[in-house]
T-cell receptor, first 113, second 114 residues
Framework: KQEVTQIPAALSVPEGENLVLNCSFTDSAIYNLQWFRQDPGKGLTSLLLIQSSQREQTSGRLNASLDKSSGRSTLYIAASQPGDSATYLCAVRYNSGNTPLVFGKGTRLSVIA | GAVVSQHPSWVICKSGTSVKIECRSLDFQATTMFWYRQFPKQSLMLMATSNEGSKATYEQGVEKDKFLINHASLTLSTLTVTSAHPEDSSFYIC??????????FGPGTRLTVT
């Protein structure tokens, strides 16, 4: 069974800290991996998409890495801000074409001013 | 960029009634649409995969007669929750994709059944 696990489930940090969110997946034969942000009661905002051939992607203060062999991805957030407070979801796509994403349960991040 | 809309954004209905949720791709043709459900503090769980012009494929445990999915055109899929019960209260999110490309998510529909 293809599963995606995110650790920790919740995280609270003071403003300005750098932090790392972890994602692991059971089947290393992935097509791509995507990180999303979800604010309470809202839909998903795509943050970064990493293809299986890539090792990392960067956007502003965000950096996502991918290690297929170990079945892991990390999302690094630099200089965290209160506005970063949200739930961060990791999702894996296992095949090309029209296949759904498999989601982790997310990490709820609180950045304290 | 690709935009997916959902309507309504939230709905309250009485137990036993049916509710229809629309998912539209606004600037691309969606050969496939996915319907997910999210309970409070849980992740998104795939309910069904919908290909234009054909019957939806439902995930194990999802009742196809209760959650009716229609994907009649390349820009519209609908999810109808029939004979809704309070346990159907959830956040329903659709995503749409052209063949082999990235999935784009709608903003979600919050359903509350009283």
């Amino acid at each position: 069974k293809q599963e995606v696990t995110q650790i920790p489930a919740a995280l609270s940090v003071p403003e300005g800290e750098n932090l790392v969110l972890n994602c692991s997946f059971t089947d290393s034969a992935i097509y791509n991996l995507q990180w999303f942000r979800q604010d309470p009661g809202k839909g998903l905002t795509s943050l970064l998409l990493i293809q299986s051939s890539q090792r990392e992607q960067t956007s502003g203060r965000l950096n996502a890495s991918l290690d297929k062999s170990s079945g892991r991805s990390t999302l690094y957030i630099a200089a965290s801000q209160p506005g970063d407070s949200a739930t961060y979801l990791c999702a894996v796509r296992y095949n090309s074409g029209n296949t759904p994403l498999v989601f982790g349960k997310g990490t709820r991040l609180s950045v304290i001013a | 960029g690709a935009v997916v809309s959902q309507h309504p954004s939230w709905v309250i209905c009485k137990s036993g009634t049916s509710v229809k949720i629309e998912c539209r791709s606004l600037d691309f043709q969606a050969t496939t649409m996915f319907w997910y459900r999210q309970f409070p503090k849980q992740s998104l769980m795939l309910m069904a995969t919908s290909n234009e012009g054909s019957k939806a494929t439902y995930e194990q445990g999802v009742e196809k007669d209760k959650f009716l999915i229609n994907h009649a055109s390349l820009t519209l899929s609908t999810l109808t929750v029939t004979s809704a019960h309070p346990e159907d209260s959830s956040f329903y999110i659709c995503s749409a994709t052209e063949t082999g490309s990235e999935q784009y998510f709608g903003p979600g529909t919050r359903l509350t059944v009283t």
